[in-house]
């Protein structure tokens, strides 16, 4: 039986190997992107539809709501906890929710598209302008619809409390 004696990082495949590592980071700041994208536009187009289609007693198309409303519910925690810390506190936790569901919406809508942000400015390449401008344009158009349908609505998917 004959061994196969080539070095796997010899010089035929070191330039083979190279491009393979260099080719894979070049792309998933792309699909990256694109999967953003795609949730911030399928949560943003169901959104305005999302109390016709119900199975029982579940609305479905809030399916794409969840993160937003896990999110909301931790952001929540926090500024109530601030306003116990600082002595804003009404007293009662009826008025405290009320007085930080507005603040906590508009941080659970800008948060997360700060952070890719903040994650493709780090890497200080040119070529992911584009690509910001997309996560943008589709984070604002979710951010629109969003608060528009927490003021609107009747029906109420960011008011969960999870902890």
């Known amino acids: 039986m004959a061994r196969d004696t080539t070095n796997a990082s010899g010089p035929a495949d070191s330039a083979g190997a190279v491009a393979d590592r260099t080719a894979a980071p070049q792309h998933w700041p792309r699909i990256l992107c694109m999967c953003i994208c795609t949730y911030y536009a399928m949560s943003a187009l169901t959104l305005p539809f ?6 029982g007693e579940i ?51 800008t948060l997360p598209a700060l952070f890719v942000i903040a994650v493709f400015s780090l890497m200080r390449s040119s070529a992911h302008r584009h690509l910001l401008a997309a996560i943008l344009i589709c984070t604002g158009l979710d951010a629109v619809v ?17 902890f």
């Open 50 to 55: 999302v109390n016709r289609l119900w199975l």
């Open 146 to 162: 969003t608060l528009w349908f927490d003021s609107a609505s009747n029906l109420k998917l960011y008011n969960a409390i999870y």
């Open 59 to 109: 609305p479905l198309l809030a399916i794409f709501q969840l993160p937003k409303s896990f999110l909301k519910s931790i952001i929540q925690k926090i500024l109530l906890s601030m306003i116990h810390f600082f002595g804003l506190s009404h007293g009662s936790t009826s008025p405290d929710y009320a007085a930080t569901h507005g603040w906590a919406m508009i941080a659970t809508v």
